[in-house]
């Protein structure tokens, strides 16, 4: 009995990760973009670290049977927040890796982890994003292009303290 469970949850997981790995993309968006664009930004203190922002605004609020969920951006992922009806906000945070040792010395960099390397989910250019929107519990993709950069929001370090 425990094989014949074992083996449908087997077949159930790679049926539903073959169907989310050939889903097609949509050319139509649900609602019209009247902006959309990145902006990378770093902390001003050592362990804050850096990420991108990803703005989308529409030109109306989404169909009420639709919702903006993910993104997929520069070989990333993140969810949206919902700041209003129409305005949505992805974020990209990299936290500095503070367990690699640099130094002179090759014998204290014993130890280190290689980076690890991430497979590109998706193939698209790093101007371009997919959203991913739940339209009446079906997963809708559609791509995006000519996304603008904003200039980098650099944010001061802290006053030191006395």
């Not at 609020?61 to 070989?75: D, H, V, W």
């Not at 305005?87 to 890796?97: D, G, S, T, V």
Request: charged residues 30%.
């Amino acid at each position: 009995m425990k094989t014949i469970i074992l083996l449908f949850s087997i077949f159930l997981t790679q049926n539903c990760n073959q169907k989310a790995g050939t889903m097609e993309l949509q050319e139509k968006l649900p609602s019209a973009i009247e902006e959309v664009y990145y902006q990378k930004w770093i902390g001003g203190q050592e362990q804050t670290g850096n990420g991108i922002d990803f703005h989308i605004k529409f030109k109306s609020a989404l169909p009420k049977n639709t919702e903006l969920k993910k993104i997929y951006f520069q070989n990333q992922e993140a969810v949206f927040e919902t700041e209003d009806t129409t305005n949505f906000i992805a974020r990209f945070h990299q936290k500095p890796n503070s367990d690699i040792i640099m130094d002179s010395d090759p014998q204290k960099e014993y130890g280190n982890k290689a980076p690890e390397v991430k497979n590109k989910k998706t193939n698209i250019q790093p101007n371009e994003a997919i959203l991913e929107f739940v339209k009446n519990e079906k997963v809708v993709k559609v791509k995006i292009q000519n996304i603008k950069e904003k200039e980098l929001l650099a944010y001061p370090s802290a006053r030191p303290r006395n």
